[in-house]
């Protein structure tokens, strides 16, 4: 062993959905959006300037955090964006989760805070869901050094009622609480209205999945003014530009198109509602998920089976190898067309 | 104060050249290329498949990486990319610098390097620069936790020859030894052939300079497959898709067109030498630099006073009001027509 090698900081980093290559797939394994972006992000990107990408961006991401604040009703000062909601969650880590006592998150959640926490040094506890995958508010009553959960749950899609939310807020005054609502727009009451009530509220949100933009790299975070301030303290300490100008235009561009948000969000919606019952039909079982993805059990046949039979008919969904979620596949709401394929070979794959 | 303060992480960011907005104005303040990029990016930005936004971008960056690698004769595991090099170095900080011995950059450098230490708290010392802003090899032969340092350095422009940067890493074969070459295609010989010989050197350049792509936000590193294949997974424990989908296209084409990328440096560096002629005409001195900048100072005027004056009139250039640097103006290489009127305004105003 080299004598530097010794002072590498050790993780064992979160594995992504695969992004298989080629056009014959149905890709139902990493919660994309399955409609394109509002058609104004096309009109835009094609009338950028592009003698200006000699250019630094605008470090302060001021355009998008204007169309952001009027879009929540918050002031500028309340918003901070990074790339993707990934880069805003670990900035977010870095500057409010520095306690001794341990950060708390559910034990069947989004993978990616353990990473965090490891990556960090941060000493963190994850509450057991219950057998339903539930969230017990009662389990985040103890001392603790931050909290994080998403809402709707991932990977099960479980939504925690806004009380619910808000009294595990106003329970823990000591500590930041970090709502993680990658999912929300598809059916479940944002906590963004609570941050004028609570300091020490910090929610999270994306353009990954409900705006159709997972290639651009959006996140944001809304919180009280003084949040927002601290986290930018380390962002300009960590990279002073972090989006890039094509980012930054088609975020504008994804929040201006309301009509479209909502009616793609719309589609969405109706076809889960579908997808659902086929899939009971079918013989599956699952948590009544509000996200755009469903996270399902089959009675007999194993999920993993299941998962690689798919696989290799170019049909990818997400499978977990892990404790109490390796019998389930994530599966995540497709356009009509790729949800009658995939129905299509998994009645006669079941059927066998 | 509120409990959760206290575990707030305290920091004193970098503050990044202003980014003025209007046209009539010329910048020379945050050493961005005059010229546009290679013309490949227009045409591949406008054919982008606009649809594909939806998408999660490649995570390991696969394409841009191998164009690099072919570019650089290195293998594609010896390449890290991130979203510029400030991403990379502070991605790399964290990686790397994490032993009690403190890490070594010079006094009068790239002010990043401060803010990234005490970001991750990491100890560090910096060895004084003498008189005429040379770096001294024999300050770095002291046990440390690391070593970085710009070539040319930042303000100075200074090229340190490659014999004394590779006497600095053969010495520290202990440490990860980082050349920081964000200016080195501007009159520089790199130190990326000498990753062959040493396993704790990490080269790290960026597409802001000289590829005029400081818009898109495009660095990278070259070294070890070792050292590579940690700040990999310092990366995906951060964030699993850093580079979005125009940043990875344009970097692509970039460097494809190596015709175009010579043309544009062969015009600045005759601008650079140009002003070096007409700036010591005009009263300044300077070091000799070897990047797209120039570190002047007045024999009688003060540089605060000419930063001022010079703003004034819309013409922006860099003054640190720093102790050493305090006299100095950081003058960024414009086109011809730009460095005319900067004279233009500074003749009328020396004369008065």
Redesign the interface.
């Known amino acids: 062993m ?4 010794k ?3 050790r ?7 695969e ?1 298989p290559k080629g056009d014959n797939l149905i ?1 139902l394994n ?1 919660n ?6 509002a058609p104004g ?2 009109q835009a ?2 009338e ?1 300037d ?10 302060t991401s001021n355009e998008l955090i204007k169309v952001l604040s009027e879009y929540y009703q918050v002031n500028e000062n309340e918003i901070f964006v990074g ?2 909601s ?2 805003v969650i ?1 900035m977010a880590f ?6 001794e006592l341990p950060i708390l998150f559910p034990d069947v959640s989004y993978s990616f805070y353990k ?2 926490a ?2 960090f040094h941060i000493p963190y506890e994850t509450p057991v869901l219950d057998d339903n995958f539930c969230i017990h508010k009662e389990d985040y009553y103890k001392a603790n ?2 909290i994080i959960f998403p809402n709707p749950n991932a990977p099960t899609g479980l939504l925690l009622p806004l009380e619910e939310v808000e009294d595990i807020i106003a329970r823990n ?4 609480v970090i709502v993680d609502e990658a999912y929300i727009d598809f059916g479940g009451e944002s906590a963004v209205k609570l941050t004028r009530k609570y ?2 509220l910090l929610v999270v949100q994306t353009f ?1 999945k409900s705006r ?6 959006i996140g944001y975070a809304i919180g009280h003014q ?1 949040l927002i301030q ?1 986290v ?16 930054l235009r ?1 975020g504008v561009e994804a929040v201006k198109d309301d009509r479209y948000f909502k009616e793609s969000i719309g589609r969405i919606v109706k076809t889960r509602e579908e997808t659902k019952g086929r899939l009971k039909e079918l013989g599956f079982s699952f948590p009544d998920s509000m996200a755009n993805f469903i996270f399902a059990s089959h009675r007999e046949r194993k999920a993993e089976e299941i998962y690689k039979a798919l696989r290799e008919n170019h049909i990818y969904v997400r499978y977990f190898n892990q404790p109490r979620l390796d019998n389930h596949l994530r599966i995540s709401i497709g356009t009509d067309e790729e949800m009658k394929e995939f129905f299509g070979f998994l009645e006669g794959f079941l059927s066998n």
């Not at 080299?2 to 090698?5: D, G, L, N, S, T």
């Not at 870095?94 to 306690?99: A, D, E, Q, V, Y």
Request: no cysteine; proline share 10%.
């Open positions: 080299r004598p530097w090698e002072n590498i900081r993780v064992a980093p979160y594995v992504p959905g992004q890709k990493t994309e959006n399955p409609y394109p972006p992000v096309r990107l094609k950028m592009y003698d200006q990408f000699r250019k630094y961006p605008d470090p790339v993707g990934d880069d670990a870095m500057t409010f989760f520095n306690s990473v965090w490891e990556l050094g931050g005054q000591n500590s930041v300091e020490n990954s159709s933009l997972a290639g651009m790299r003084n601290s930018n303290d380390v962002k300009y300490s960590y990279n002073s530009y972090t989006m890039n100008m094509p980012s088609s």
